[in-house]
Every structure is written in C-alpha cells, then in structure tokens.
C-alpha cells in the first residue's frame, strides 16, 4: 500500500503528520504544562515518558489511575511522594546501621583491613554504586553529570563530614586527608581538562580517569602495608630500650606514643554499643547534650569498651556439638522483629517492625559480635 492509498484509507492529513512527529520528540516534562484533562493521554503516547520511566510511570499513575484533576490534589500527591521518599530514606539507614556496617566491619576484618582502607575501598564502592547506576539511567540522559559529581562530592565532605565531626568527633590524620584533598583536586582537574577539549571523550581518556584512582587504591594499599612493618620495626626497638639498664626513659615513652596511635590507627576497633543503645531507646543519651549546650559538640564521658572479637567467637564452641545445632531455632529467634529492650524503654518499637522482618528475611544478619558496632 502507497503512501498516498494509506492517507486516502486512514483520512490522514498533513496536520496528523506533524503531530504524531510532535509527539515523538516531545519532552515529558511537557506533560506538566498541559490541561488535566490532557495529561493520562499524552502521558500514555508520548514516548520520552516511556523512555525515562523505569519501574513506575508516576505520570500514569496520576493521571490515568487517581484521575487528578486540580491543583490541590496534585499537590497533596506531591506531598504523599515526598513522604514516601522520605520513608524510604529511613529504611536505607536502618537496614545501613542494623546490617551493612557490621558486615562491613567483619568483611575488612578477614580482609586485613585498617578503618582506614576499608573507608576508601568497601565503603566507597556502596556510595558511589547508587550514583553510577544513576548516571546511566535514560532519565539523566541530558543531565549535567559533572556538575551533579561535583555537588554530591562536595555536600559529603562538607555537609556529610561535617555533621559526623560535630556529632562524633574522632582524630584525623593529617598526612592521609591532605593525600585525599590532593587526589580529589588532581582528578577534578583532569576530569575537568578532558570535558572543555574539543571533540570527544575517547577511550584513552577515559582509561587515565580510571587508573587514577587505581592508583590512589594502591598507596592507600602501599601505605597501610609501611605502617604494619613500621610498626614491627618499633616494638623491637620497644623491647630492646625496655632491655637496657637503665632504659632511656623519654626515648621509650616518646616510642610508647607513636607505637600507641599507630596500633590504634592499625586496627578495627569494634565497640560496645550495648550501653549506648539502651541510653538511646530510653531516650537518655539527649542529655548530655542538653547540659553542655545544643550548639556545643557532645563529648562523651568515656568510650565504648573494645569487643574481643575472637573471644567471642569461640566462647560458644564445643566440639562435641554439631555444626547445625539449634540453626532453625537461631534463625527463626532472628525473626521476631520485636527487640525486647526498645519495646520496654522505647515505646515506638512497633515502627520498626515491619521494616526489621523484611530485612531479616532478604538480608544477612551479623550477630557474630552481639552487641557490637
């Protein structure tokens, strides 16, 4: 069938064919400033709300579904969407808090990890997963994708690391952050060198991007493996000052320091927080706080005392046991959602329900240290 037999059968006009043109490259924002009555219809043709819609197409949902029809319900929706964002972002930090970072925790710890490395390795990888994923998406398709790094970067050192040094101020070391600041700025200004050159990004370029950071990976790697043999290169020199008659004394305390913070730097340190979390179910751990003022950094009276890890994880052992025993009456305990401390100090316990059995059911429980972060 011709072009012009199929106009003659379908009565089709030049008007129809500029439309159905207008209508595959429309934007779906476009759907925004259309009447109501309008919108479920554009919403279900127009093909960039198909093309950016992943798993829900919120614009059929409202449109088509709920019917909205004014300004007021719209808004209220906008209102509900929002709620739900904000419901969703609770959960990511309960199931962070409950689960990832104890796993994290146990994960360097096999792994031979300081603090430190895991901090650059593990822990950025999860960050950074979300926003790559993101980035690739069809909805950020004509994004500003630098400028969005850029500002993610900068609201987590500023606004991020802020908030964690106001609320848990812990000692940095000075030598690693200025390492950091300066691979940040060098990759920032390589990135940026490659997006005003003309033409395009090509494949060597993109491989330079990468290797950067490969190479930061290794003299974090590099730096770590040096502080563990410096670190055995003074405790001989420890031992042998402790040997002579007399010792030295400022030498050796000098020594004692390094050899202190060293060790501490060394090593995952996995605290007590059982205290903590009966303060903070009580709703107790406010007040401090409260005495030494709402815009004065809390410090706290005495730290968590340090988990032996490997004490505990063969203080239940016994040999003559089976390796199942009591494995589903453990996992079916690790399914009641109810903790029995938060339900008698706490009172909102029953909000946490339904989130804390989803999560134990989809996701790895650590308890190998219980009561220890």
């Known amino acids: ?194 997006m005003i050159k003309e033409g395009v990004v090509t494949m060597c370029e993109a491989i330079v991007l990468f290797f950067i950071y490969v190479v930061y990976v290794v003299i974090n790697i590099a730096d770590v493996i040096i502080m563990r043999f410096y670190i055995k290169k003074l405790r001989k020199e420890v031992d042998h000052l402790g040997n002579l008659t007399p010792p030295p004394t400022k030498e050796l305390q000098a020594k004692l320091r390094t050899l202190t913070s060293l060790e501490v730097e060394n090593d995952i340190q996995i605290s007590d927080t059982t205290k903590y979390r009966r303060s903070r179910n009580s709703g107790n751990h406010f007040s401090d706080t409260t005495r030494t003022g709402y815009f004065v950094t809390p410090r706290p009276k005495e730290r968590p005392e340090q988990v032996d890890h490997e004490a505990n994880r063969t203080n239940l052992h016994n040999s003559e046991n089976s390796k199942n025993l009591l494995l589903f009456t453990e996992f079916l305990h690790s399914l009641n959602p109810i903790d029995g401390e938060a339900w008698q100090l706490g009172g909102q316990a029953w909000l946490e329900q339904a989130a804390q059995l989803h999560a134990d059911c989809d996701e790895p429980v650590c308890d190998h240290y219980p009561g220890a972060l």
């Open 1 to 194: 069938m011709g072009v012009h037999e199929k106009n003659l059968k379908y009565n089709l006009t030049e008007i129809d064919y500029e439309f159905h043109y207008f209508i595959k490259n429309m934007s779906c924002r476009a759907v925004m400033r259309l009447p109501y009555s309008y919108r479920c219809q554009m919403a279900k043709q127009v093909g960039d709300c198909k093309r950016i819609i992943n798993l829900f197409n919120y614009f059929r949902m409202m449109y088509c579904s709920i019917h909205i029809d004014n300004k007021t319900t719209e808004v209220l929706f906008m209102f509900l969407f929002s709620f739900i964002c904000v419901a969703f972002l609770w959960l990511m930090s309960f199931n962070i808090g409950a689960y990832f970072s104890p796993v994290l925790k146990i994960i360097s710890l096999k792994l031979h990890m300081n603090e430190y490395l895991a901090g650059v390795t593990l822990l950025a990888f999860g960050n950074c997963s979300p926003e790559i994923i993101a980035n690739l998406m069809p909805v950020r398709a004509d994004a500003p994708i630098f400028t969005i790094a850029v500002g993610n970067t900068l609201a987590i050192i500023l606004l991020s690391g802020g908030t964690v040094c106001f609320l848990r101020p812990f000692k940095m070391n000075g030598h690693c952050t200025l390492r950091d600041l300066l691979f940040l700025l060098l990759g920032v200004e390589v990135l940026r060198f490659v």
